[in-house]
């Protein structure tokens, strides 16, 4: 079912809803494979939408928080992997070329390559040894100042898109006496840069979240963004951090959504020979189908109304990504729990959106940041 939020026209809204069907075919393969859907972002390049937060001047116009997170989520009914990295490459292409800090030549490049070519770009920021960066730390992998411009060595984990990617923004700290800290452009089939197939989670299996490794990859001095001592970094960029918690928020739904939907067709076509009839005429089925249906609803206005106006400061957008995430892994429980073996007989795709949706927690912030920071603020602490 792919009624989600009611923000586009039809015709667009109807692609998207054709290419969520045509993604939900290979999604089982994919998931039991742990292989990469390349031929789903050959479909999104070819509808234009890899290029979606360009902005104008740059070859697209630059969609705003709502749209593509209407678009991410009707996605995510299909394939959720494929939708998370459609939502990184929003989230960093936008970064790239409207936020500050990277030069000309570099906006060029990667709007070009998303629009022209298809290219893939995200963030990669988690290390072995550092976890997300989000809880604080220096970055194990180093860039070197070279006489070309810069040499970077290390190591990242849970790279989400990795065989898929043309470019990675890399969190790396300069080799200085005062380390600084900061993005670089990295092309990911550059001499030095090798793919380690290390994902095999129970989730996202198609997400290709491998590690990437790093050694002495040349770039040129221009393919690093702002760089800055930690301590000069300050508070989280609010508007980034409405992309990221929103984008998030609007992917799970579609994930419940699609369980919602695979649900009401078990119960309308399920007769137990005692019953005589569909499961779908009994009362508590009905009332059940009621509290995932409003589950999924009050995510689809909290996503939409936030999209809308912001999100609010950081601790309100902590707290909307959390309570939307605990949201949609609510409302697959459930179906899963009316279903009984019927929803984890791995014949049925309920069983793969519950290992889906439970991926949701994992994803910055997690849960007892946000409602620790959330609380303190409360408190006054």
């Not at 789903?40 to 709502?66: I, K």
């Not at 009050?298 to 912001?310: F, P």
Request: some cysteine.
């Amino acid at each position: 079912m792919m009624d989600g939020l009611v923000l586009r026209a039809d015709p667009v809204r109807d692609t998207l809803a054709t290419l969520a069907y045509r993604f939900a075919l290979g999604a089982a393969e994919h998931d039991r494979a742990g292989s990469f859907p390349h031929e789903n972002f050959a479909a999104l390049h070819d509808a234009g939408l890899l290029g979606l937060t360009v902005p104008r001047g740059l070859g697209c116009e630059g969609a705003p928080l709502a749209e593509v997170a209407e678009t991410v989520g009707i996605l995510a009914e299909g394939c959720p992997a494929t939708a998370l990295v459609l939502a990184m490459q929003a989230i960093h292409t936008r970064h790239v070329t409207q936020g500050p800090g990277w030069s000309a030549r570099v906006r060029e490049l990667v709007a070009s390559g998303a629009v022209d070519r298809g290219e893939l770009v995200n963030a990669l920021r988690v290390e072995p040894e550092l976890g997300t960066p989000a809880r604080g730390g220096l970055p194990a992998t180093v860039a070197r100042r070279t006489a070309e411009g810069w040499s970077l060595t290390g190591r990242k984990i849970y790279s989400t898109g990795a065989p898929g990617l043309s470019w990675g923004l890399v969190f790396a700290r300069t080799e200085e006496e005062a380390p600084r800290t900061g993005m670089f452009l990295v092309p990911l089939r550059a001499p030095g840069v090798s793919i380690v197939e290390t994902w095999d989670q129970a989730g996202l299996r198609a997400s290709g979240s491998h590690d990437v490794l790093f050694q002495e990859v040349a770039i040129p001095a221009d393919q690093a963004g702002e760089l800055r001592v930690p301590a000069e970094w300050g508070r989280p960029d609010v508007e980034q951090a409405a992309w990221n918690t929103l984008l998030i928020a609007a992917l799970y739904t579609g994930v419940a959504r699609a369980a919602r939907g695979w649900l009401l067709g078990f119960l309308r076509d399920r007769v137990p020979a005692n019953l005589g009839k569909p499961l779908a005429t009994l009362p508590r089925m009905q009332e059940a189908v009621g509290r995932i249906e409003g589950l999924i609803r009050c995510n689809e206005r909290l996503v939409r109304s936030a999209a809308l106006d912001g999100g609010g400061d950081a601790n309100e957008l902590a707290l909307l990504k959390t309570t939307a995430a605990e949201n949609a892994i609510e409302a697959v429980q459930q179906a899963v729990a009316l279903c009984g073996n019927h929803a984890l007989s791995r014949s049925n795709p309920l069983e793969r959106h519950l290992r889906d949706v439970l991926c949701a927690r994992i994803h910055t912030p997690q849960p007892d940041a946000a409602l620790t920071a959330a609380g303190r603020a409360a408190l006054g602490q």
